[in-house]
Structure formats: structure tokens, C-alpha cells
């Protein structure tokens, strides 16, 4: 019996063009919608996680809006499975007939065996048609006959089977690369309807990790005495308490445990390892004069170098100042104008300072002058920062008053 074929009516071929970028507006819409749709059963995601659900959704929606697919549409007929997008049969031929391309497919009443799918895109010629067949030996061949979906719907099936072929060969950039849902769910009794809707959530397993669990480490009892920790955390009172947790490996002073010799040691070495720094040659440390300080009054010292040197980059903006750039620091350290205890905001002043000074000849009582030219009567730098200008401003009115080489190709003042 020849199936007899129904011609789908078509609106004027379109021009296919790429998707428009979304703007930041688009996007943040987009964004909001999706943390509404985490909680919604519209999306039918594997993941019970809000977070996971409203990444989820948000892909489709930006994956149905590079298909000119409206968001919601997208969410009732975009899927994703194992992290791969897929689309129900129906809303595959919409793509297509949106695109401008004609569809022939036969009515699903005469089809018995096979389904035989006919598409001609605006650009083809008005006789040349793209066929693709699927039938049910294929399906048997693939194993496919066995699905309950198969069962129910054999007619739909073998149609969105050839629609999917021809689409994928003759129009992929119309589609996008997509396949059915049907056709990438590899679960016999999943659930769809006849226009290849998945109707329910496709969990997948997770992979079983059937190496041996890690052994369970012995309890602690070996832990301090009071005494012992209160002697303990005075000898390195330099150091805060997250910076010691850290060195440690522990999260709260009760954890404290072991020889206390160890824990000195343990300390000395993080710090050594984490708080020097080199410079870009890496042949010479740039470190402050610690004699007589405590060895946790060194580290920090020490540690706050590569932090001053990135927010202060503005000063010495040539890779062959950074041995000026360190000198600076370190001098600011050993006068203990720069400490543990200083903010970053003096920090930065006070090496502005130094450079202004020492290589720009111009003292603090001429920088704030400077300064006032730009505006009110600037005192302090509290005067300055009110305005709302930056030190980087300040440094940038300096050295246009005061036009001179950068340090790097002068004497060492240092």
C-alpha cells in the first residue's frame, strides 16, 4: 500500500540569517527567569538542585533564543539529556517550516511500515526534494520496536525518526545539530506523547564508584591543655587566627594537639613557603630587615609585599622597575611605616609618598598643593579621597607637574 502524502501549507520562505547576540538586558532577564523556573515543574531536569535546575533552564532559553524559539516554548520542547539539548518531533518541523522550508510527510493514518519524509529548503531549486525513510525494520535493527513509546505511537515514531534524518542531512543549520528526544533517551519505558513531547523527569544513574572507602583516620586524643594552648597562641599573637588555622591544618583552637615543638615548626615552614617574595628574575628575595621581630611579625610582613605591589602597579608601571617597586616596600617596612597592623589604604599613601619624594623630589606638603590646584584646598588625604579621585588620580596630577625619568633609568636612590 503506497501512503499517501499530505502537503503541510507554508508562510513566505524567511531568510536565514545568524542568531543575534542577546544584550545584557536580554541576559539578565533571562537570568531571573530561570531562578523562577528552578521551582517549576514546566523543567524537566535530572537535578533537584535549584542551582543545577536554574542553569539548566537558562541554557534552553539561550539555546531556544538562538533558535528564534520563545522561552517558554523552549522549556516545554527543548530537553536536555546528559547535557546534550534535544527537541520533541513537533517542534522540529516547526524550526523548519519557520525557516521557510517546504515539508512534505504522510498522514500518519496511512502509515503502516514506513514513513517517508520530503524537504525542500528556500535555496533549492522548485523539483528538488530531499528525501529520508525510516521504517520498522530499521527500528528492529536498532532495537528500537521494544519501547513502550514504540508500542503506542508507531506511526508518529517512524515520521519523527525520517523528519529528524532529513532535517539533520539537508537543513543542520536550520536545527542546530539537534536530534529528537526520542531518539537520544535510551530508556525502554520513558514516557512521550505522539508529537515526541518527553512527558516526565529522565534520571540519570549515577556512576557507581566501587573503588575501597579510605580508611577512617585514628581520633585525636594526644590535645593540649588549656595551658598549653593559651602559651601557645600568645607566642604568635602576631598572627591572626585564620592565617594560624590555616598554617595548621585545623579549623578551631580546640583542634590543637600533638608536640608543640611540631606546631612551631609546622608554622615556620608555611610561612617560609608562602610569604616570600621574588623578584621577577627569581634569583633575589625582596624581604624586610625582621631582626628582633617574632618569626609570625616576619611572615606577615613579608606577606603583604605582592598585595602592595599589585595595588600599587600604578607607580611603576615598567617591568624593569620592579626592583625600584620591592626597595620601596621593603624600605617602608624596615622604618615601620608599612606593619602587620597598617590598612592597605596607608600602605598605598605612604609608598605614593616615597616615589613623590625620592624620585620626583616633591615632598607631601607639595603633593597636597598640587593637589589643590585640582579643587578644593586638599589638607590630608582624607580631603582628596572625599572629592572622589583615587590615589592613582593623585599620582597622575604629580606626574604632570612634574615631568621626570622613572627611576628604573636613573641611579639607585635605594
Not at 34 to 52: E, G
Not at 131 to 142: N, Q, R, S, V, W
Not at 206 to 219: G, I, Y
Not at 310 to 321: D, H, I, K, V
Amino acid at each position: 500500500m503506497v501512503a499517501s502524502k499530505q502537503i503541510i501549507p507554508m508562510q513566505q520562505a524567511i531568510t536565514i540569517s545568524a542568531a543575534p547576540i542577546p544584550n545584557p538586558s536580554q541576559v539578565k532577564s533571562i537570568t531571573a527567569m530561570s531562578k523562577v523556573v528552578a521551582f517549576s515543574s514546566i523543567l524537566k531536569s535530572s537535578s533537584n538542585d535549584p542551582t543545577i535546575r536554574a542553569g539548566d533552564a537558562f541554557f534552553l532559553m539561550m539555546y531556544g533564543y538562538e533558535l528564534g524559539i520563545p522561552p517558554v516554548t523552549a522549556l516545554r520542547t527543548l530537553h536536555l539529556i546528559e547535557g546534550s539539548p534535544t527537541v520533541s518531533g513537533q517542534a522540529m518541523l516547526g524550526l523548519l517550516r519557520k525557516a521557510g522550508v517546504k515539508v512534505k510527510i504522510p498522514n500518519p493514518a496511512d502509515v503502516t511500515d514506513s514513513a517517508t519524509v520530503e524537504l525542500r529548503r528556500p535555496d533549492d531549486g522548485p523539483d528538488e526534494w530531499y528525501k529520508a525513510t525510516f521504517t520498522l525494520e530499521h527500528a528492529k535493527t536498532a532495537q528500537l520496536d521494544g519501547r513502550k513509546v514504540w508500542g503506542k505511537y508507531p506511526a508518529f515514531m517512524l515520521i519523527w525518526r525520517a523528519l529528524s534524518a532529513a532535517a539533520r542531512f539537508h537543513c543542520p543549520d536550520i536545527i542546530g545539530g539537534l536530534y529528537t528526544t526520542e531518539e537520544i533517551v535510551d530508556q525502554p519505558n520513558a514516557a512521550f506523547n505522539a508529537e515526541g513531547d518527553l512527558l516526565e523527569t529522565i534520571t540519570i544513574e549515577p556512576t557507581v564508584d566501587e573503588s575501597p572507602p579510605e580508611p577512617t583516620p585514628e581520633p585525636v586524643t594526644d590535645t593540649w591543655t588549656e595551658a598549653e594552648r593559651v602559651a601557645f597562641i600568645s607566642k604568635w599573637s602576631a598572627m591572626d587566627d585564620q592565617m594560624m588555622f590555616t598554617a595548621l591544618g585545623i579549623k578551631r583552637f580546640s583542634e590543637l594537639a600533638g608536640d608543640p615543638a611540631a606546631a612551631d615548626a609546622k608554622i615556620n615552614a608555611w610561612l617560609k613557603e608562602n610569604t616570600t617574595q621574588r623578584s621577577s628574575n627569581n634569583t633575589r628575595a625582596y624581604l624586610p630587615d625582621t631582626e628582633g621581630k617574632s618569626p609570625a611579625a616576619q611572615g606577615i610582613a613579608k606577606r603583604k609585599i605582592p598585595y602592595i605591589r599589585e595595588r600599587t602597579r600604578y607607580l611603576y608601571p615598567n617591568a624593569t622597575s620592579d626592583h625600584h617597586h620591592n626597595k620601596s616596600i621593603q624600605a617602608l617596612i624596615q622604618d615601620c611605616i608599612i606593619t602587620d597592623k597598617t590598612a592597605a589604604e596607608h600602605d598605598d599613601q605612604a609608598l605614593l609618598e616615597r616615589r613623590a619624594d625620592t624620585d620626583r623630589s616633591t615632598d607631601i606638603d607639595d603633593i597636597f598643593i598640587l593637589l589643590s590646584g585640582e579643587g578644593p584646598v586638599i589638607t590630608e588625604w582624607g580631603d582628596w579621597i572625599d572629592t572622589g579621585k583615587s590615589l592613582e588620580d593623585a599620582w597622575s596630577v604629580i606626574t604632570e607637574a612634574n615631568v621626570r625619568p622613572e627611576p628604573d633609568q636613573e641611579a639607585d636612590h635605594e
